[in-house]
């Protein structure tokens, strides 16, 4: 890879918090340092919860904290169609088929729980095709799901991913089942989003929290698939709260608007962030 291209690509459904902001400054420092290219995206897929006052304030954070991005900002509620082809791309070649369930279906079926939610058991992965129609029929909404034993068959060779901190690692899908390419509700998915973006603006340096180390083997299966580039990765630390709980949105961790509103200075929070 020539280019040293990193990207920040949160969510606008909440404010921003120290995690984010370790994650932000970890791929904005290593752009720099390599004489690379910053991006920013904005990851809106799922439109029944971004809000604009959230990605109004995910500028105001960034700017505080000093970074700089290249314009355009990509929004991928921009870009449905680049999703919607990529989907149709691996239909097209029998890899996927329509879910009917629904996250209680799925979750009364007694299935393990993986890193990326409940394992799907296959409930849907055997119905015929004149069921699929009668369903469909009776106006029931489906997803799409990847059927993962034989994408693994169309790569027919090792999956790996060159990881920062340690090389080489061997990736494997087929421990996650048939994971969900497109909702019901918005037709595509984190997973294919977030590969077809990565690939057409030509991310080269993946810079992300460890709690999605999990989801790199779906990931680079899908890169394998549509014939997109492979990116190397850098699973970083996560920030926790006093008592080693992971920030997070959904818990209430305290946000950098917050900070700044409270007159807290940008050196106390990268002194925080164990950063120099």
């Avoid at 990851?43 to 970074?67: M, S």
């Avoid at 048939?178 to 997973?191: E, F, M, N, Q, W």
Wanted: hydrophobic share 40%; charged share 25%.
């Amino acid at each position: 890879m020539t280019d040293f291209v990193t990207r920040f690509a949160p969510s606008p459904n909440g404010f921003l918090h120290l995690g984010h902001a370790f994650s932000a400054l970890s791929a904005y420092r290593a752009a720099m340092d390599a004489g690379g290219r910053f991006l920013l995206r904005i990851e809106d897929i799922d439109t029944g919860r971004a809000r604009p006052e959230f990605e109004a304030a995910i500028y105001d954070d960034l700017k505080w904290l000093g970074l700089e991005w290249e314009q355009p900002v990509r929004r991928q509620s921009d870009h449905f169609e680049d999703y919607t082809k990529a989907i149709a791309s691996l239909s097209d070649r029998g890899l996927t088929y329509p879910c009917f369930c629904t996250r209680r279906d799925i979750l009364t079926a007694g299935v393990e729980m993986g890193s990326d939610g409940p394992i799907y058991p296959g409930i849907c992965r055997h119905l015929s095709a004149g069921e699929v129609v009668e369903l469909i029929e009776e106006g029931q909404g489906f997803a799409l799901r990847l059927r993962m034993d034989a994408a693994m068959e169309v790569i027919a060779h090792p999956l790996t991913w060159f990881e920062r901190s340690s090389s080489e690692i061997a990736a494997d899908p087929l421990s996650l089942g048939d994971v969900l390419l497109a909702r019901k509700d918005i037709g595509t998915s984190y997973h294919i989003s977030v590969v077809v973006d990565d690939a057409l603006q030509g991310v080269t340096q993946i810079i992300r929290g460890r709690d999605l180390f999990e989801a790199t083997p779906i990931h680079r299966l899908l890169q394998e698939l549509l014939g997109l580039p492979e990116p190397h990765y850098h699973h970083h630390r996560l920030i926790e709260d006093d008592t080693g709980i992971r920030l997070a949105k959904s818990k209430g961790s305290p946000s950098l608007k917050d900070l700044r509103e409270q007159g807290i200075k940008l050196a106390t929070v990268i002194d925080a962030l164990g950063l120099k």
